[in-house]
């Protein structure tokens, strides 16, 4: 599985970014898929995931409500749309793919994101 992440950039504290990762290689509705970062300085911290069932669960770094993950299975995309970006959220976001419930084994090239206070 091949992973294309993208969507990053500099954004204004309060501002939204859109952040897209597109699959290849494999059956993509079989996948599940996460979004992870890793901020300067410290250890890489789980975002969100969606099942391929669709089911989603968010974890600290997503301050549920702020961050959503979706995925379009006929575009083989997974989403993250991030709102209300504070500096804290500044850190390069991966994309990562898991066959059905296994663990995560493939992961894409990163797409910085940077929040300006």
């Known amino acids: 599985v091949q992973l294309q992440a993208s969507g990053g950039g500099l954004v204004q504290a309060g501002g939204s970014l859109r952040l897209s990762c597109v699959a290849s290689g494999r059956t993509f509705s079989r996948q599940g898929m996460g979004w992870f970062r890793r901020a300067p300085g410290k250890e890489r911290e789980s975002v969100a995931d969606?099942?391929?069932?669709?089911?989603?669960?968010y974890f600290a770094a997503a301050e549920k409500g702020r961050f959503t993950i979706s995925r379009d299975n006929g575009k083989n995309t997974v989403y993250l749309q991030m709102d209300s970006l504070k500096p804290e959220d500044t850190a390069v976001y991966y994309c990562a793919a898991r066959y059905l419930d296994g663990s995560y084994d493939y992961w894409g090239q990163g797409t910085q994101v940077t929040v300006s206070s």
């Open positions: 969606i099942s391929w069932r669709g089911s989603t669960t």
